[in-house]
């Protein structure tokens, strides 16, 4: 952990233009400067430098934040290793906070078992390369598996000797410990018997993490033999962690991030061939059940994902489990079914490259159509299995996040399975409340039942609710600490002005209003945390944040796409800028954003009384309608606020 005098000392230093002019040209635009944007494809320039406010913001892909940002994007590196690159760029020396005993072992342990690991990749590599039976044994083998010496290369594939011991002994004889030879998992010992290697007679994968250190080893046996296992990984350790890592990631992660898509496979073959073959943006979970952890990793460098599954039935069900992981995590899932008996491995040597890129894109089926493809095929015509069917669909629909994708998605369901969508929309909340439960957390969106007379709603509403907690941020990040409105006491006298944030902070607290969105009512948090204690909070703290979700909103919302010409202002031609019209627009704001808030109130009290049941119709009716009455009479005078704001 990096002590947060050295943070702010890096963050004083670190210049944002300086910094990105090290990836991209900049010319000067006003006080601004311009640039193409290096996070993706553009021809006209929309990516915009503001010295003034340490922060970049693209106008086309909507990225944007603060030097420490822009490196994590740019590196796919994390937090605290884009600090440790801005501190060697501009020669600080990082202080780390003080550490215990314990941690400073387990960070000597750590560095000791990766240099043990670089040191097995380098002697694997010499055993393959210049060495008799490496050559005979192991490059003929990926020779034949079609694998160029350059793809061989590329991905440091090796070999360990099938002498019971060498790696051992060799390592021990370059001056490394026995402790660190079996932390890695190259050695195995116990007490009575000499150490000897794991991977004896094998052909060896290095597993890469994300910055091309090798962390862990898969190998497979040269020889046929049923008692010993075909494939053979590096056990758990301080420095790999399986459910953590993707297999090929390292190689991959710049044409992911160009491609903005990701191939996942299930074997290091898989990897390899389509990388030979052009498709470089391919990662594998290495034959493990896929994990959030992973996925996670994937989505640092896209949104999209497409699986890519052999002809197997019986396995393509038992992964079914990583499609919904993946929906859960608000990503896009596709999928692509190889013809039998193909995996990605043969179908990449058996087929061209233009074969293979015009399979791919031609095969591609969004997740709705190859689940209910699958389940309904084995349903048949049996009712029940057809209705389990439709609920293992609607399981998968109602783990989506995000409420007008799951809309499109029951859309889409509803064409294909022949089912009404006013009977999925139920079953779908009845998902969602009982994961909520599950849990034990609530969900910070209104659920709605989007079903009012007959006619299906569409969640724009809530979208819209969205865009106004946008505004209100946008307005506490750039005018928060401005004066709103005078204060006055008993005497008619001024003492103070109330700021902007005050303003804000007091009106939703009123009405004890948190806003929908999680990373905006973070932020509110933090500006409330600072009221509280008396404090006026500026936009620059938002902008060194150190959780890069903070920082990136905080730069986004700040950032003005069009600034007036220094043309227009030497004609001295008056313009109102928006901060001199906060007094109308802030408490605007504010009583629109309550609006809509009770308009969604009022469609959930509607909702359940269409849901009342004959038995508690009489009882509960009457409950519900006082409620209404009360929405409907304050959301009168909201309007009637508002409408006399606007002739004011």
Known sequence: MIDQSTVDRIFEAAQIVDVVQDYITLKRRGVNYLGLCPFHNEKTPSFTVSPAKNIYKCFGCGKGGNPVNFVMENEKISYYESLKFLAKRYHIEIVEAQQSDEEIQQRTDRESMMIVSDFGRKLFIENLFQRTEGMTIGLSYFKERGFREDTIKKF?????LEERDHFTKRAQKEGFKLEFLVKTGLSIYSEGHSPFDRFSGRVMFPIHNLTGKVIAYGGRIMKADKKTAKYLNSPESEIYHKSNVLYGIFHAKKSIVQENKCYLVEGYT?????????????????????????????????????ILYDGDQAGIKASLRGIDLILEEGMNVRVILLPEPEDPDSFSRSHSSS???????????????????????????????????????????AIVPDAITRSLFLRECSKLLHVEENILYPEVNNQRKAAIAKKGTRDFQVQLQPQIDNKVFSPIEINDLAVVEREIVRLLLNYGILPLFPLYNEDNEVTREISVEEYILQELQRDELEL???????????????????????????????????????????????????RFKKKEIFIETEDMKLKTIVPEMILTYKSKRINLMIKEVQLQILALQKDEFTEKLTELQQQMVLLHNLRNEISKNLRDRVII
């Open 156 to 160: 440091e594939l090796g070999y360990c």
């Open 270 to 306: 898989d990897v390899i061939s389509m990388h030979q073959a052009g498709i470089e943006n391919v990662v594998s979970s290495s034959g493990t059940s896929l994990t959030m952890e992973q996925i996670r990793l994937i989505k640092r460098f896209t949104n999209n994902i497409t």
């Open 355 to 397: 074969e293979l890129v015009e399979y791919l894109n031609t095969n591609e089926t969004d997740f709705i159509h190859f689940k209910t493809n699958l389940l309904i095929f084995d349903a048949e015509n049996d009712p029940m299995k057809r209705a389990q069917a439709i609920s293992e669909i609607v399981k998968s629909i």
């Open 516 to 566: 929908s969105q999680p990373l905006y009512n973070r932020i509110l948090q933090e500006f409330q945390h600072f009221v509280n204690n008396g404090e006026l909070l500026d936009n620059k703290y938002f902008i060194e944040y150190p959780e890069p979700e903070i920082s990136k909103v905080a730069a986004d919302l700040i950032t003005q796409k069009y600034e007036l010409s220094k």
